[in-house]
């Protein structure tokens, strides 16, 4: 690794581990749900109130999907939320093994700090020791979510949660995001912050910042 090496690498989850739709018309389809005529009914901002409640676990899953059917006016019926909502996670992108086991091979623990939900969490990070569609994440050190810190970036109390639980704070916590906002945040916060194509190979993208080679 050029230079000092990290004390702690953290991860966003959506765009940088997780692949993800990045839009309500391409989770729509992944779903099996015919989106024409009706792709955007409720622009993203208009969405966010939701969004942000369901993410810093004020409202269930039951109450998120009742407010975005009666946002939309009846443009999707709950069953097509739940399912569209389901089919939002995609898998994990390829070459993460190496990541790891560049991270391990280093010594350098890491975390997860993700805006998420309690039903993608689930998925993500599912209790036991079952098979698992996300293999990689299992490997994270210090898993923080959004729905169960009650904090949601770019808010400072979530990076400092996260500092509050690791011990790690300052230059040498090294944080990646695919979204601008988060990464001004984690600056602020004292961190080394860089953004992710989600477009491209984040893996590699990830290994390039962090100078270490993946076998």
């Known amino acids: 690794m050029a230079g000092p090496s990290p004390s702690l690498v953290v991860f ?4 940088v581990l997780v692949r993800i739709a990045r839009t309500w018309a391409e989770a729509s389809r ?9 792709d955007d009914p409720l622009p993203p901002a208009a969405r966010e109130p939701w969004v942000h409640a369901y993410e810093t676990g004020a409202i269930d899953r039951a109450a998120f999907v ?11 019926a ?17 070459g993460l093994h190496r990541l790891f086991d560049a991270l391990d091979g280093a010594g350098v623990e890491t975390a997860v700090l993700s805006n998420t939900n309690e039903a993608h969490w689930a ?10 569609a996300f293999p990689s994440l299992r490997r994270v050190r210090h898993p923080h979510a959004s729905h169960l810190l009650r904090a949601r970036k770019p808010d400072a109390a979530s990076f400092r949660a996260v500092e509050a639980a690791t011990g790690r704070r300052g230059e040498g916590v090294v944080f ?21 194509d989600p477009a491209g190979d984040p893996a590699a993208q990830m290994l390039a910042r962090l100078g270490l080679a993946g076998a």
């Open 30 to 38: 992944a779903a099996g749900i015919d989106p024409t005529g009706r």
């Open 78 to 94: 709950p069953a097509e939320v739940v399912r569209i909502h389901d089919a939002w996670l995609f898998g994990e992108y390829a």
């Open 12 to 15: 966003d989850l959506g765009g």
């Open 66 to 76: 009742d407010g975005l059917v009666r946002a939309m006016d009846g443009a999707y």
């Open 123 to 132: 998925r993500m990070f599912p209790a036991g020791a079952g098979p698992s």
């Open 176 to 196: 990646f995001d695919d979204l601008p906002d988060n990464v001004r945040g984690a600056r602020r916060a004292g961190w080394t912050a860089h953004l992710v």
